[in-house]
């Protein structure tokens, strides 16, 4: 039977996919080796039967990623690393199958966003902000990654108590229908952040593309599905080929 054998342009994109995706170098040697052990374990017997999805579905997926992401939220938030039992549980709620299919489709399964929500309920992240006015703020400097306004704070509905702590996280990923002003721009402030970190990393900051990605974030399209498409599509090849 014919040997399973990658070329030069795989083992370049697998290269530039571990040190966009992980942050860390892989030497041609290792990503052909890395290549190869995904053909066998996908069955791939010949170059055609490689699928690049399936490759950065890897990369993506992969649980290394995913609690790296785990761990650098829980820093952002909690100011601490994950502890083990915590990493461990929301990386299996992040990586079940029926998740896993959802973050495929593009469907309403765990995300990312269901995971910042349960860490910002959590009795520790609500203890350090006694007061509801500390709350909202430390909600958008970590989720908005700016200081916040004491005009908008002053309007949120959480000081009337129209609302509580919960739905306040959820207002900063999922648009109301009707919109509640005081709160409507949050959704696309946070989709817009993702996006444009999104488009830096992986496409070189090619601003054009942040609308779309703002959009697919607004539609509550998982990130890592998006990050898959990103380092899959034409935009990133054209990139890669700039690069040594």
């Known amino acids: 039977p014919p ?7 795989d083992i370049k ?9 992980l942050g860390r170098q892989i030497s041609d040697d290792d990503a052909r080796r890395w290549i ?10 010949t170059r055609a039967d490689m699928t690049y999805p399936r490759l950065a579905g890897e990369i993506i997926y992969s649980e290394e990623y995913i ?3 785990i761990n650098r939220w829980y820093t952002i938030l909690q100011q601490r690393p994950a502890d083990p039992s915590g990493l461990t ?4 709620r992040l990586t079940n199958p029926a998740s896993f299919r959802s973050y495929i489709s593009g469907g309403f399964g765990y995300k990312f966003q269901d995971f910042i929500f349960e860490v910002c309920i959590s009795p520790e992240y609500n203890s350090r902000y006694p007061t509801n006015e500390d709350f909202i703020r430390s909600l958008i400097r970590n989720l ?47 989709s817009s952040k993702n996006a444009r970190e999104l488009v830096g990393r992986y496409l070189g900051g090619s601003s054009s593309y ?27 090849w054209r990139r890669l080929s700039t690069r040594p």
Do not use: C
Request: aromatic share 16%; no cysteine.
């Open 67 to 69: 609690k790296g992401i």
């Open 13 to 21: 994109w697998v290269r530039y996919a571990f040190v966009d995706v």
């Open 210 to 236: 942040e609308s779309n990605y703002k959009n697919e974030i607004l539609r509550t399209v998982s990130i890592l599905a998006i990050e898959q498409a990103m380092i899959t599509g034409s935009e990133y």
């Open 144 to 190: 908005l990654g700016r200081e916040p306004q004491e005009s908008e704070v002053d309007r949120h509905p959480i000081r009337s108590g129209f609302v509580g702590r919960a739905d306040s996280v959820s207002y900063f990923f999922y648009q109301l229908d009707p919109p509640l002003a005081s709160v409507a721009h949050y959704p696309e402030e946070y």
């Open 3 to 9: 040997q399973f054998e990658p070329d030069k342009s």
């Open 36 to 45: 190869v052990s995904q053909a066998e374990h996908f069955g791939w017997t």
């Open 89 to 92: 549980y929301f990386h299996r």
